[in-house]
């Protein structure tokens, strides 16, 4: 997610010819602090609704970019977690991978080995739209998670965040904080997380949209790398770029921890912050109600949870207990919340670390 | 021995009309294996004489001429922007360059000493990660600094065994750390950042003495420390003659295999010490911490005027490098131009300063 061009794929690929080189290089790597999955994963145990009573048994494979980054870090966790709660499920995950070669290869893998549904949050969804197809050809439904594949035909379900939605609710609330301030002419930054992928426009014409109904506009707009490092560095240099700021998006929380840094080393508070995703560190800043950070647009990381939920129950033709349709829907858009200190404690459970 | 030494001043002959250091560190080398009397005069004396005029060959033009870019760039960067020229945002681009330049250092090192490193950005990312996530922080700011030096020394002097012992290629050795590097990083810190709660870690980044930040001190004495080490010592001109030619530093007694390793450890020190700015200055450890740190230094050495192949190169030139990098992005964000732009500039300056130190190389046999 955050790495994109041919040295980052590179890199990848040693990453997997030189494994053993790093596992050799610090014997202390099994001192990780990880602190087990149940504790932190957004899971649902199965509820009392018709689709959670044990039936037919449901092999999911599931695919992902490379976890080098909180939020898709989450996805795979929770995935895997939601997985363990079925005893009729067995979960096949393969190698996370930011190399959209490699990731074809590990969807082949999983349609080679004959699973019964996959979940695939594809790196770039428009590059791995055959292989999702060749799965449906091949008889296996496709849940396409998140990062959209280009044709319909590719997949069975699709579940996903609002990214657009994501940028309307963030300018909605700056918004409304602006106007109830009586701030008419107001200097608006956007730190954006990676440039070309389509979800970082998505999130950017959301925004410009929600701005443009109040007549207000952003004046300066960077992109980071959704790192802390990059959104530091971003960030200070936008902060010499503006002299007075009145609000800030910042699209990433874990980018937004170097913005967050950046401000503080700048000394700068005559603006306020809204972040996005929904990380457990900025959701605890909003409840402290001690910095910039005012509020953050989730994109729940629980989506992956419920792909897998939803992977059961199409393998076993079972529809959505609480829906009156028979079969899953073949779409369903997430909804991103926009949390402040007043509904923090709903979502911090739900956030990601 | 002596017949194969004679052939040597004809070869450095050849390369010696083009650079001052490299040359003359090498036709310096029979003092030092005592070869008779040196038409110098004695070793310490000879040593410092032939340092001096050093101070203005070629390079030193062409880190003339990168001091001309930055000043360009200070036009272009007061007449675009208002904001440019003010003193918050000159101490801003130069706290800015502070890590890259303190990485960029021993990069230097390693590149003139006819290396390569390519995996300061995953050192980078495992230091910070081992000082944030594996020492808890709850060793408190010593602690935290010393794992992370440790960490950067350890990896370095890996890359070194394998390279100069091992005999692996530099460049396979530092790619594969910087793959299992970063590895092992994802894996210390279970691919969360680790937020930096100690404080007094945290205000290595906010401090400031006379209104500059602690983080450009310390850039600056670390320039000064690598600059005295390359041109004021004899490690320094050992590393300019095992870069230059190997085999003529093994014959006039330089231990070229230890050299060469240590040349990687001062290379992970240097992002050792970088990891606990970077990790200050996010308030974070993360495994993607310095991504891509090993272009940047890379690229900053090269328009700084060192060979990449080795034998040649000026620190100072490096860090003018870092600082026309720093600068420029300074300038695109001030008037909000996209990052392509910026890449595509970054890019274009690489390839003019590579095409300016061709035309030097191709002159200089004549």
Redesign the interface.
Known sequence: MKETGPTAMGRRNMLLGAGALGSGLLLTACTSNSNGDADKANVKAASSASGSTPGKHVTVGFSAPAADHGWIAAITKNAKAQAGQYTDVSFQAAEGTNDVNAQISAVQTLIDKKVDVLVILPFDGKALTSIGAQAMDAGIPVVNLDRVFDNSLAYRTWIGGDNYGMGVNAGQYIVKTLKAKGVSKPVIAEIAGIDNLDLTKQRSQGFKDALAKAGFSVSIRQAAQFTADSGQQVMSNVLQARSKLDAVWNHDDDQGIGVEAAIKQAGRSEFFMVGGAGSRHAMQEIKADSGVLKATVVYPSSMSASAITLARLIGQNKGMGDLVEQEVPSSITLFSATVTKENVDLYLPTSFT | MSDQTTPRPAEDASVLPAQGRSGADVTAKPSLVKEGPDPGATRPGAGRRQQLPRFFPLHQVHSLGLLVVLVLLGVVGTAT?G?FL?T??IV?IL??AAVIGVITVGQTFVIIGGGIDLSVGAIVA?ASVWCT??A?QSYGLGGMIFTAVV?GSV?GL?NGVLIAYGKIVAFITT??????????A????????Q?VTVDSF?RI??DKFLGI?LLVYLMAGIVVIGWLLLNRTTFGRHTFAVGGNPEAARLAGIAVRRHTMLLYVLSGVCCGIAAVM?TA????G???????YE?DSIAAVIIGGTLLAGGRGSLFGSILGVLVFTTI??IF????L???IQEIAKGLIILVAVLLQRTRGARSPA
């Open positions: 922007s904001n003010t918050d945002n801003n706290t800015s495992v996530t594996v808890t960490v990896v890996l790619l594969a750390m910087m793959a299992s590097a970063r590895g092992v994802e894996r210390l810190s279970d691919r969360q950042s937020v945290n980044a906010t930040p970077l200055r996010t308030t974070s993360a495994s993607n911490l310095g991504n891509l272009l992005t300074n964000v001030l008037n909000n996209t990052t392509d």
